[in-house]
Structure formats: structure tokens, C-alpha cells
């Protein structure tokens, strides 16, 4: 029987040290393999930073080799005539800035303004909605301040009055949204226009140049050619930009019109329904 009991504790003595190696061993490995993932996961930073140490420079390189380009290619179209293009250019854009922050002041909530219009004039409170309507800006506040003022006095508040007073502020309020607008068409067929004169000038300076050599190789024709390409290039992406912004100019522009043709129908009900209004 001690000789079993024996067995026994020698038999889980072994087991016990064998299974306190093997532990040993697997915290030395997984020790080992997070001082590798460290050392991996460091040197992968590393490289990181260096690619992107790298990349920074590359881009500042190929945004002023972009810059200097243009530059070149605006000097090489001749500095003199391309100052008109750029001319066109700015002046374009500041007609198109223009009318933008215009159009974008002018746009309101027009249905919650007709609803809070609607509720003054249903409570009787005319120079209420007169006061709301001038502290309110746009046209359709501009066209519903006039209906309200002739539905105020007591010798225009008659219903066909009203109705041609309000056609004929939407057409003033019309007005002025579209102003400043022929400035911008104007432009946009100079610029083209202007390319299209540096193409013929180039021409003209590629045949004075082959009279003088008294030849018509390609290196003789190539200097006035570049000038006559480089003038069409530019005059037509100044077209281009100031084309963009102009039909989303006219976008802005029936938008709010369709806006005011809403609210003078809105208008000409409450002025129907009022008391104050002369059937």
C-alpha cells in the first residue's frame, strides 16, 4: 500500500513539473512574440513616418511645379495680351460674387412667410403685416409690402389695384435680380474672343517669322504657334468658370421668381378675404 501511495505522489510529482515547464515555455514564447510585435509594430511607424517625411515634400514639389506651369505658360502666351484675359476673368467673377451673395440675402421661407403674413391680415393688423414685411428681406417681402399698403389706404384697396400693383413690383423686384447679369454674359464671350485673337496674332507673328528666315521648318513655325494655342487655352477656361457660375446665377434667379409668382397668388387671396378690401 506505501508503495502505491508512493507511485502515486512520483507519478504527480512528474506531472506537476512537467506542466510547470510547459507553462515556463509558453509565457517565455508569448514573451518573445510581443517584444517581436513591438519591434514590428515600432519599425512600421518608422516607416510610416519616413514615407510620409517623403510624401510632404513630393506634394509641395508638384503643387509648385503646378504654379510655376501656369506661370510659364501665361508668360510664353505673352504677358501683355494674357493681362486682358485675366482682366476678363476678374472682373467676371466679381459681377458673379456679386449677384450670388444678392440672390442667396434675398432667398426666405416664402410659405412660412405668406403663413405669418396671412395670419396678421386675418386678424385685422395691417400695419402689423406692413412692419413684418419690411423687416423682412427679398422680393416677395418687397411685392407683399406694397399689396399691403394698398390694401391699408382707403382709395387703392379696391381688388384690381392690388392685382396690378403686384404684378408691377414683381417686375421691378424682377429686375433687379437679373441686374449686373448682362456683365457676366459679356465677359463670358470676351474671354473666348480674346483667345481667339491671340490665335490670330500668333499667326500673324508665325508667318512674320518664316518671311524673315525664309523658311517654313517646324522650329520657325513652333514659337508664334504656342503663343496662338496658349491665348485659346486660357480665353476658353475663363469662359468655362464664369459659364458655371452663371447658370447657377439663373437657377437662383427663377427660383426666387417662381417664389414671388407663389406669393402674389397667396396674396391676392388674402387680400380677398379681408374685410378691408373692396370687392
Known sequence: MKKLFAIVALVAACTFGATSSLRAQEDVAEATEQVDTAAVDSAAVDTTAEEETVAAPVVEEESESIFKTLKTKYIEGGAGFMSLVAIALVLGLAFCIERVIYLSLAQINTRKFTKDLAAKVAAGDLAGAIDFCKGTRGPVAQV????????????????????????????????????????????????????????????????????????????????????????????????????????????????????????????????????????
Request: negative net charge; charged residues 20%; glycine residues 6%.
Open 144 to 279: 407683399s409690402r406694397k399689396a399691403m399698403e394698398c390694401l391699408a389706404s382707403t382709395d387703392r384697396n379696391d381688388i384690381g389695384t392690388i392685382e396690378s400693383t403686384i404684378n408691377m413690383e414683381a417686375e421691378v423686384q424682377g429686375s433687379y435680380l437679373e441686374q449686373n447679369c448682362s456683365w457676366i454674359t459679356l465677359f463670358i464671350a470676351m474671354a473666348p474672343s480674346l483667345g481667339f485673337l491671340g490665335t490670330v496674332i500668333g499667326m500673324v507673328m508665325a508667318f512674320d517669322d518664316i518671311q524673315r528666315a525664309g523658311d517654313i521648318s517646324p522650329t520657325v513655325v513652333a514659337g508664334g504657334m504656342k503663343v496662338a494655342l496658349i491665348t485659346t487655352i486660357f480665353g476658353i477656361i475663363v469662359a468655362l468658370i464664369l459659364q458655371v457660375f452663371y447658370n447657377y446665377i439663373l437657377a437662383k434667379v427663377e427660383s426666387l421668381t417662381s417664389n414671388m409668382e407663389e406669393a402674389a397668388q397667396e396674396l391676392l387671396t388674402m387680400c380677398v378675404q379681408s374685410d378691408k378690401c373692396k370687392k
